[in-house]
């Protein structure tokens, strides 16, 4: 009989502990995703301070290394905000693996409590007093107000301080400095798509390449054919397409651009809107005249080809480092820049070379001149940018450069000829300038997810309550 009660018993007990497993696992709060340094489970936040505190992450990522997490969830169980914010903090091991410098902002709404959690490299850094001085004298008279928002940019504009003045390890993972993020992905690929779409635009219908010039032999030859009565060749024209009218094609290249702003105000990343939009509205049109003389220009040809080859070349040897590849969009921005540096310097050096060809003594004069001028202007420029105070130094160097827009093309007017020898040249100088700028869409868009680096925290850290 004893026995059969003590089975009962330990039967009835086993039964309460397996009915109050849901409710212990209910008790303690999951720990979320880490899929960003905001999470925000509790949509707290608005979305320009997620954005903020997003950037404000990933910059101090690339200055200092150090991983900084914000994380505002509603509740955190039975368990405590200090058990819970270690839990997260092993679960995603925030910041560097032997460094060790991640710190995890927790905000639980709904049980009105924040914390501030360090790992063992910030506790230099970050005491625990100081982390309880933030906690009361920053973010929680912002929380009382009911201004989460502000409470935890000023809490974080803080922490973010403290950290910089600290003495980290240095950056040992270069490639993480052209990590974009995930978001990216899709800025990259309305940027690619679309000059892609205006290259075929004026690729469609192009000009076939000039023949060549007749001389007075075929002139000669075909009148002797035409005495023996051959028959008449069918010109090489009418096989050739109907171009397009004069405005069909900006047009076509106008709604291009139109569609690519669109989709980048749909699907790319708020902060990320002005730079695309301007790498479309400068990009594009490029990129439609590129197509409308590829047919035309075999130097364009080889040109385009070879900056294609040298892109790819990059790309290849910064993955064979275990690099990524820089964004599509500022790869595109430096190509542009590059074109349009190679552009000016064509101009240049073909009006030197026409000034050359008409008068010999007459270039020597004019670059002697033009020569002594460019140096004496560049030592000025530079001893007024070096001695000016760092408010009026901006302002130097924007005149600066308008400066040297305008000595520019002091350089190319005084080094043109003629009218004449303009004339002669000028088919010739506008068709090669087309060749000169190009740009690349080879890069291969690059994306990272955020993540934990294998970061440890040995539970320092402050909390608070409002």
Not at 79 to 87: D, L, M
Not at 132 to 143: H, N, Y
Not at 277 to 293: H, M, N, T
């Amino acid at each position: 009989m004893p026995r059969r009660a003590t089975r009962t018993w330990a039967t009835a007990w086993l039964l309460v502990l397996l009915c109050l497993l849901p409710g212990m696992a209910m008790a303690a709060a999951a720990v979320p995703a880490l899929d960003g340094p905001v999470v925000d489970t509790a949509n707290a936040l608005s979305a320009d301070t997620r954005d903020t505190l997003r950037t404000q992450a990933l910059q101090l990522q690339a200055r200092t290394g150090s991983q900084l997490q914000v994380l505002v969830v509603d509740h955190v169980g039975d368990e405590g905000i200090e058990a819970y914010a270690q839990q997260v903090f092993d679960q995603w091991q925030l910041g560097r693996k032997d460094v060790d410098d991640g710190v995890l902002l927790l905000v639980a709404v709904q049980d009105r409590r924040v914390r501030i959690q360090t790992g063992y490299g910030l506790e230099g850094a970050i005491p625990d007093a100081y982390a309880a001085r933030i906690i009361d004298k920053a973010i929680v008279p912002r929380f009382r107000d009911g201004d989460l928002d502000q409470g935890l940019l000023d809490g974080t504009k803080i922490v973010v301080a403290l950290i910089d003045g600290e003495d980290l390890p240095a950056w040992g993972e270069p490639s993480m400095r052209n990590v974009l993020p995930a978001d990216w992905r899709s800025a990259d690929s309305v940027v690619a798509l679309t000059l892609l779409a205006g290259f075929l635009a004026g690729l469609w219908r192009s000009p076939p390449s000039r023949p060549a010039p007749r001389t007075l032999d075929d002139f000669a030859c075909r009148r002797r054919e035409r005495r023996r009565g051959a028959p008449r060749e069918v010109t090489t024209s009418q096989a050739r397409p109907k171009p397009l009218p004069a405005w069909a094609r900006p047009l076509l290249v106008t709604a291009l651009v139109a569609a690519g702003l669109l989709a980048a105000a749909m699907w790319a990343p708020r902060q990320a809107l002005a730079a695309i939009c301007i790498v479309l509205a400068l990009c594009v049109p490029v990129a439609s005249l590129l197509g409308w003389c590829w047919r035309r220009s075999r130097g364009l040809r080889v040109v385009l080809l070879g900056m294609l080859g040298v892109s790819a070349g990059f790309c290849v040897v910064m993955l064979l480092r275990g690099q990524l590849p820089p964004s599509l969009a500022l790869h595109t921005l430096l190509d542009l820049a590059v074109g349009i540096a190679a552009m000016l310097v064509f101009f240049l050096v073909q009006a030197c070379r026409a000034r050359w060809h008409k008068d010999r003594s007459s270039f020597g004069v004019r670059f002697a001149v033009l020569l002594l001028l460019t140096a004496g202007y560049a030592i000025v420029a530079l001893l007024a940018i070096d001695r000016a105070d760092p408010v009026a130094r901006l302002a130097a160097t924007i005149g600066w450069g308008a400066g040297t827009l305008v000595l520019y093309f002091a350089w190319v007017f005084t080094m043109l000829p003629g009218e004449k020898a303009r004339g002669g040249r000028s088919s010739s100088g506008g068709h090669r300038s087309a060749s000169s700028t190009s740009s690349s869409s080879s890069s291969s868009s690059s994306s990272s997810s955020w993540s934990g680096g294998g970061g440890r925290s040995g539970g320092g850290g402050a909390s608070g309550s409002w």
